[in-house]
Every structure is written in C-alpha cells, then in structure tokens.
Nanobody
Framework: QVQVVESGGGLVQAGGSLRLSCTASGLTSNPYTMGWFRRAPGKEREGVSCIHSTTGNTYYADSVKGRFTISRDSAKNVLYLQMSSLKPEDTAVYYC?????????????????WGQGTQVTVSS
C-alpha cells in the first residue's frame, strides 16, 4: 500500500519561499505520476503540479506557473515543491498523492495514497 508523508509547510511573508517535501513508501508499480494539491479554507481541493515517474514531464496549474517548481529524487522516492513569490492566496493545506499509469493530470479524483497534508500560510 502506497503511503506518503508531506512536510515543509509553515508561515511565510508574501514574496517569500518555501520548499515542500513528500516522501513515498510502498511504491512498487511504475509508471506513475506524483502530484501536489492544495485545499484553501472554504474551497475544494485543486491540483497544483505533477510530475511523471518515467518521462519526467511536468504540469502546472496556471495559478502557479513561473512561481512553483516540482521535482523529484527518484532514488529516494521523494517529491519536492519549491514555491517562490508566494502570495496570500497560496495559503492552503498542501497534499501530495500518486496516480498509477501514464496520464499527467491534476484531477484530484484520479489520485490515491493521499497524505495528511502540510499547512502553508502566507501573510500579507
């Protein structure tokens, strides 16, 4: 069973940076996509970015393009999200999850293995 644990959240001022990490265990299938998602207060969970295990292709939501960078350490099964130029509207609980297969998608319903999330708060 795949399990993920997110870390790296915190409180940061607008314009600042944070790096989130997601450590996955129990991954025995390939290919797969690992993705970052977030849920802001009162809103639905939305996709932020994802990366494919085999191709290394990435995909970003328009709201974070040019500010966030997704990467991975395949040997350690760790996923990262480098967030820069943070805005108050980036405040949310950030989650990572895994989707087996070839698709590069940010639809949360297609992912499994959700972690507990890590809180990111951006103050103005």
């Amino acid at each position: 069973q795949v399990q993920v644990v997110e870390s790296g959240g915190g409180l940061v001022q607008a314009g600042g940076s944070l790096r989130l990490s997601c450590t996955a265990s129990g991954l025995t299938s390939n290919p797969y996509t690992m993705g970052w998602f977030r849920r802001a207060p009162g809103k639905e969970r939305e996709g932020v970015s994802c990366i494919h295990s085999t191709t290394g292709n990435t995909y970003y939501a328009d709201s974070v393009k040019g500010r966030f960078t997704i990467s991975r350490d395949s040997a350690k099964n760790v996923l990262y999200l480098q967030m820069s130029s943070l805005k108050p509207e980036d405040t949310a609980v950030y989650y990572c999850a895994i989707r087996l297969g070839w698709s590069l998608t940010l639809r949360p319903s297609e992912y499994n293995g959700w972690g507990q999330g890590t809180q990111v708060t951006v103050s103005s």
